[in-house]
C-alpha cells in the first residue's frame, strides 16, 4: 500500500535516494542516479489511437514531457479487450519506466470473462483512477421508446438488440446489468468500436446501444438517437438535460468506466509517487480540465488504498454478473 496524498517531487527524489541504501546495488535503472526518471518513459495505451484513454495519455505525456524534463513516449497496444497491452506491462521492468493506461475493465472485468488471461489483476497496482466517464443509453427514434421506463417496459413484450464497443466492454456490461435488473432480455450485438456501434443505431441495424456519450451525442442533437439516460453517478456536462439512470429509479445499471495509469506490482512506491504527483498536477491544469470536458471525462485523482479498493469493488460486482449471466469469451 502507499499512501493517498503524494509526496512533493522533492520529497520523492529524497525517498528514492534513501531507498537506494536499503536495495543496494541491484535496485534497478529507474533508482540507478537515485532521481526519477532520468531517461524517457513508455506510456502503453490498451486500445487503438483516438479513443479517450489514447487521448488522455498523449495530452499527459505532453505535460510531462515539460514538467519532468523527459520525453514521454505512448504506445499503443490494443486487442483484446486490454489484454495484450496488460500483459506487457506485467512483463516489463518493474522501474517506472513502462506505464499502462487503459480502463478499468481490464482488471475487473477480464479475469472473470476469458478462460485464461496471461496475468493477474496481483502483477499490477494502481498509479492513479485518473478520470471517471458515464455511458449514454440510447435508442432509435423510429422504436418509439423515449424514456428508460418505456424501454423497461418494451423489453418484457419484445426482444431488443443493443450494440456495445465490444465483448467485455463497459457497454456489454450495462446489458448484462440490465438483463440481470429487469429480469427481461436485451440482445448484445458486439461491434469493433465505439464509432460502429453508434452507426449501427442510427441506422436501425439495431434497436439501441450503451456508449461513450461523445460518439452518441452529435446523432443525438440531430434528431437521429433518442437519449434515454447516463449511467455515471453525476449528469454529463457535455448533454447536462439528460438524467442519470439513478434519478429515474435504476440505481443498479450506475456504471463509471475508470481510466486508469497502472504499474507493474514490485515498482518501488516512491517511483509510483512521482507519477501521482506528475499526473495531479498535469490534470489539475486548466487546459487539461477543459480538454477532459470535451471527451465527458471527470477527474477522480485515487491513489494507493482508495484505487484498489474502487477497482475491488467492480471486480466483485462484474464477477457475479459474468457468473451468473454465463458470460464468457476465449
Do not use: C, W
Amino acid at each position: 500500500m502507499f499512501n493517498d496524498r503524494p509526496l512533493t517531487r522533492r520529497q520523492s527524489i529524497a525517498a528514492v535516494t534513501a531507498l537506494l541504501v536499503t536495495l543496494g546495488p541491484g535496485a534497478g535503472q529507474a533508482l540507478a542516479q537515485g532521481t526519477y526518471p532520468d531517461k524517457a518513459v513508455t506510456f502503453v495505451n490498451t486500445f487503438p489511437p483516438g479513443g479517450p484513454s489514447d487521448i488522455l495519455a498523449r495530452s499527459i505525456a505532453s505535460v510531462l514531457d515539460t514538467t519532468l524534463k523527459q520525453h514521454f513516449i505512448v504506445e499503443n497496444k490494443p486487442g483484446a479487450a486490454g489484454n495484450i497491452g496488460a500483459d506487457y506491462v506485467a512483463k516489463s521492468r518493474p522501474d517506472g519506466y513502462t506505464v499502462l493506461f487503459g480502463i478499468g475493465t481490464t482488471f475487473t472485468v477480464n479475469p472473470h470473462l476469458y478462460k485464461s488471461i496471461p496475468f493477474k489483476a496481483s502483477d499490477f497496482k494502481p498509479v492513479m483512477i485518473l478520470a471517471t466517464s458515464g455511458l449514454l443509453v440510447g435508442v432509435n427514434p423510429t422504436t418509439g421508446i423515449k424514456s428508460m421506463s418505456e424501454l423497461v417496459a418494451r423489453a418484457k413484450t419484445k426482444t431488443l438488440n443493443f450494440s456495445s464497443g465490444g465483448n467485455g466492454s463497459p457497454g456489454h456490461l450495462e446489458v448484462a446489468l440490465f438483463n440481470e435488473l429487469t429480469k427481461d432480455k436485451l440482445v448484445h450485438i458486439p461491434f469493433k468500436g465505439n464509432s460502429p456501434a453508434v452507426s449501427a443505431v442510427v441506422s436501425g441495424e439495431v434497436d439501441g446501444g450503451v456508449l461513450a456519450t461523445p460518439g452518441m451525442l452529435p446523432f443525438v442533437k440531430a434528431g437521429k438517437i433518442t437519449a434515454l439516460a447516463v449511467t455515471s453517478r453525476q449528469r454529463s456536462k457535455l448533454a447536462p438535460d439528460i438524467p442519470t439512470v439513478a434519478e429515474l429509479g435504476y440505481e443498479a445499471l450506475q456504471q463509471e468506466v475508470l481510466y486508469v495509469a497502472m504499474v507493474p506490482a514490485a515498482t518501488p512506491e516512491p517511483v509510483v509517487q512521482v507519477l501521482q504527483q506528475a499526473f495531479a498536477d498535469a490534470l489539475a491544469r486548466p487546459d487539461m480540465r477543459k480538454h477532459m470536458g470535451v471527451l465527458d471525462l471527470q477527474f477522480d485523482g485515487a491513489t494507493g488504498a482508495a484505487a484498489e479498493k474502487r477497482l475491488a469493488q467492480d471486480s466483485e460486482r462484474f464477477g457475479h454478473i459474468i457468473q451468473t449471466t454465463g458470460m464468457k469469451l476465449g
